[in-house]
């Protein structure tokens, strides 16, 4: 059942940030119909590395939806679409701007059917500015906010952060947009509309930064207490070239540091930029497993930088239940869980691989349409 039994979203979204916001809305118990193209659907079905036959990204994102087929170009696909929406009670959409217009999906002409609809859009750059029509994704959305000149620096220059910042963060940013409207809607009876510019909420990530250099603060590489202009704040090599994160900002955390590294000296030098280059040698004198065992019980804010070898095996997340197994295909799978614990959350639901259009006929009998 879920906390969310009962609500109906409409997804007419593609690839990752409104699959992720829909995601987040199925394992907490929402109806989410997929709306995609017919034969091929949605691109994220082709993405990443096969599992028993589809797609592990597709899989992941998908799970606990039901995928309903229809032509947005022609009037009787439209005119599906309008019925499934006036049953919901949100929807869903990444297209450009001016897209959901022309295809008379817009939430003016939407919410005239269904005036309780909440209308969530997320997209590149919003729906108005200078950049609003232009394409991208999140790497893109990261430079453009200027999180890429902030950190993440290589040898060579800005480097690609490992995780969609933008997209998923978008994503859920998005989800709380949404379910605030529905909130309202349930008080006043009047839907409304969410807009989630990508490019926006990678700048929101980085905003405690940005607010401190338009109070006078420095900008770029190296400028932050939070992106290694700090020693108590950085990752260092050590001798098997694994790494460590050191997360020691507060003084109690670093006292304890040089505790565990058996440098007492350092305490005192925690804004010493010189104590850098110094931890930068110590902590290659010793293997990764070495100093974890050596700082073990100095609660001094340290982590290994972890594999997914090791990420999907460490006891932490395994206890968290933050893997859970799905079937798909031939088999099973196991993904990452919705990180959300309540006694109230059920289970994801952990549904069978969606085929394109597989619910449609089902759907579309349950909104009246004929076929």
């Not at 992720?20 to 034969?39: C, F, M, N, S, Y």
């Not at 999140?138 to 997209?167: M, T, V």
């Not at 994801?348 to 909104?367: D, N, W």
Request: glycine residues 12%; aromatic residues 6%.
């Amino acid at each position: 059942m879920g906390l969310l039994s009962g609500v109906r979203v409409v997804d007419f979204s593609r690839l990752l940030p409104g699959a992720a916001l829909t995601q987040l809305l199925a394992d907490l118990g929402a109806d989410v119909i997929k709306i995609e193209r017919p034969g091929s659907g949605d691109d994220i079905r082709r993405a990443g590395p096969a599992a028993h036959g589809s797609s592990a990204v597709h899989l992941f994102l998908d799970r606990g939806k039901r995928s309903v087929a229809l032509d947005l170009k022609t009037c009787e696909g439209r005119l599906a679409a309008t019925k499934i929406v006036g049953t919901a009670d949100a929807v869903v959409e990444s297209f450009r701007p001016g897209t959901a217009d022309a295809l008379g999906l817009s939430y003016e002409a939407l919410r005239e059917g269904n005036p309780r609809l909440v209308y969530c859009s997320v997209n590149g750059y919003g729906n108005s500015g200078p950049r609003a029509p232009a394409a991208g994704h999140d790497l893109n959305y990261c430079a453009y906010a200027g999180i890429l000149d902030f950190g993440g620096w290589g040898a060579e220059g800005p480097r690609a952060p490992g995780a969609q910042i933008a997209d998923v963060t978008g994503g859920a940013v998005a989800a709380v947009g949404l379910l605030a409207a529905l909130v309202s809607a349930g008080r006043t009876g009047e839907g409304t509309r969410i807009d989630v510019a990508l490019a926006d909420v990678a700048l929101w990530t980085i905003g405690i930064h940005v607010s401190s250099y338009l109070a006078g603060g420095a900008q770029g590489p190296r400028s932050s207490d939070l992106n290694g202009h700090w020693a108590c704040y950085d990752v260092y090599e050590c001798a098997d070239g694994r790494f460590i994160a050191v997360a020691a900002l507060e003084p109690r955390f670093w006292t304890k540091l040089a505790e565990g590294l058996r440098r007492p000296d350092l305490a005192v030098r925690q804004y010493d930029r010189a104590v850098i280059a110094e931890l930068r040698q110590l902590f290659r004198s010793r293997s990764l497993a070495e100093w974890l065992a050596s700082l073990e019980g100095y609660d001094a804010c340290v982590a290994p930088v972890q594999r997914f070898d090791e990420v999907t095996a460490d006891e932490q997340f395994v206890n968290n239940r933050m893997f859970i197994e799905a079937p798909a295909g031939t088999g099973r799978i196991t993904q990452v869980a919705t990180p959300l614990r309540s006694p109230a959350i059920e289970e994801p639901r952990r549904s069978a691989p969606i085929a394109v259009g597989e619910h449609t006929a089902e759907v579309l009998e349950e909104c009246g349409v004929e076929g």
